[in-house]
């Protein structure tokens, strides 16, 4: 079975599924011990970065309920642009099923563009009480 992770290899010119959601440089803090970016970093990237395109749909808050099946493709090096964009996969009547992928690049090396990670994110719209609310219909 090929998935879009391993075919991604065979095209080309890959290039981000979505839009450009978020984008940040990689900081000494965000290193663990072998000197690469965390991946709970990362994961937590990916999760504002679908937060805000969930937001955007629900006009108002949302809560995160599920993570779907974080794949970390490659390791990022300290000093990287990690650019997160989002595709909103599903909106139902209180939830919102969103595509996040981590693209990175580091100018001083030269590097292209490449993918190293993509999930799965599931919100809930919430009130101002924390509960469950409807997505507004002209939302979906």
């Not at 079975?1 to 940040?24: K, R, V």
């Not at 990175?104 to 490449?114: I, M, Y």
């Not at 190293?116 to 919430?126: K, L, M, Q, R």
Request: hydrophobic content about 40%.
């Amino acid at each position: 079975m090929n998935t879009e992770s391993e075919n991604l290899d065979l095209d080309p010119n890959p290039h981000p599924d979505g839009e450009l959601a978020t984008q940040t440089i990689t900081l000494p803090a965000d290193t663990n011990q072998d000197g690469e970016i965390h991946g709970g970093w990362l994961a937590c990237q990916m999760d504002m970065a679908a937060h805000l395109a969930s937001s955007k749909v629900a006009k108002g808050k949302v809560a995160t309920v599920a993570i779907d099946n974080i794949s970390f493709l490659a390791p990022i090096s300290l000093g990287s642009i990690v650019g997160c964009y989002t595709k909103i996969l599903a909106v139902g009547r209180s939830s919102i099923r969103v595509s996040a992928e981590a693209w990175v690049s580091h100018v001083v090396k030269g590097e292209e563009w490449r993918k190293v990670a993509e999930g799965v994110f599931t919100f809930v719209a919430i009130d101002s009480n924390g509960r469950t609310r409807a997505i507004p219909k002209e939302s979906s």
